[in-house]
């Protein structure tokens, strides 16, 4: 037999073993994991991706009650030959629309509480004033739960009723009715150009976009650029005060929220006078049924066209995030 012929027989026979191994009996290599005790990782993690469970894997010894929403399994445990044990320590969280972190706000949490301490250290928290945090701890777990609850399913069923067309006709109907205030604010900042762009957009969208319902005015090159009272108290010097969530609403602080009463009060004159004109005194609408109306259908309107979800951070320091970010972006708007 030549060289050759030696050297293709054993490639042959290689092959042959080869798959001999692959076709094996797999328990001798990957033992059973999944029975009454155990469960497999894999499985349950692709499955809670379509539920809406969160799923925790804990130790045999552990005795842990379930609590809503949270199922609890005992650890895979993987043993081979040689009876080692698999030491790995698995938890899968919910993969739902909403988010994983807003599910586990539930309240305040010491976890959350070490969170704020974690950004002092980095010094990314330190500066912001937040004598609050308890109560806006508290709020923030509100909102999170209201909006993951009630607020964001229900405006999904509105707008998949409402055609976004509409929705943004009303939108911007009540948002034209914020160049009062903006106009107010820019000639109390001595900002002329703003205060005309202001009085131009409201007059133009106002006319010929129909009461407001197009936004005419920025096709013509008038760009929104609203300003608030506490912006104009911020422009003198008034300082932000402490931070504060607002039920509802989010983050704020004592002088925006000096500042925002104002300017509804503003605006609200002003929208007062055209709807008393456009629905009551032609009675389109009974007065006292959109007084309490109005508030929710504008307020779904608006969630509606947000896409933003509580937990879309996904991180456990989502109130520090938040507060920071909010931080910054007014102290840019006070200096624009």
Do not use: W
């Not at 504008?298 to 931080?327: A, M, W």
């Amino acid at each position: 037999m030549t060289k050759f012929n030696k050297n293709k027989i054993m490639i042959f026979s290689t092959v042959i073993a080869a798959c001999t191994i692959s076709y094996a009996d797999a328990d001798e290599f990957y033992p059973e994991t999944k029975n009454v005790n155990t469960v497999s990782y894999l499985d349950e993690s692709v499955k809670e991706a379509n539920d809406d469970i969160y799923i925790e894997f804990v130790n045999e010894k552990e005795d842990i009650p379930t609590q809503n929403n949270v199922e609890k399994f005992k650890l895979t445990n993987l043993k081979t030959k040689k009876k080692k044990i698999d030491k790995n320590r698995y938890i899968a969280f919910e993969q739902d629309n909403y988010g994983d972190l807003a599910n586990n706000i539930e309240g305040l949490d010491d976890e959350y509480i070490v969170s704020s301490k974690v950004l002092d250290l980095t010094g990314m928290g330190g500066t912001i004033n937040d004598p609050l945090e308890p109560f806006n701890r508290r709020m923030y777990a509100f909102n999170t739960q209201f909006d993951k609850k009630i607020a964001y399913p229900v405006s999904r069923i509105y707008g998949a009723i409402v055609p976004k067309p509409i929705r943004t006709g009303i939108s911007n109907f009540f948002g034209n009715f914020k160049e009062i205030p903006t106009f107010v604010n820019s000639m109390l900042q001595l900002k002329p150009g703003k205060a005309v762009n202001a009085l131009g957009r409201f007059v133009v969208n106002s006319t010929v976009g129909v009461l407001g319902v197009t936004d005419v005015a920025t096709k013509m090159g008038m760009k929104k650029d609203y300003e608030t009272m506490g912006e104009t108290l911020g422009h003198y010097g008034a300082r932000s005060g402490a931070y504060l969530i607002l039920p509802l609403v989010g983050p704020s602080n004592v002088r925006d929220a000096i500042g925002s009463g104002i300017d509804g009060a503003m605006e609200g004159a002003a929208r007062g006078y055209v709807e008393d004109k456009l629905f009551f005194d032609t009675g389109v609408f009974d007065k006292t049924v959109y007084g309490f109306t109005r508030p929710v259908v504008t307020g779904l309107n608006l969630r509606s066209l947000i896409n933003f979800k509580y937990g879309d951070l996904n991180s456990p320091f989502e109130y520090d995030l938040v507060k920071i970010l909010y931080q910054n972006y007014r102290k840019v708007q006070i200096k624009k």
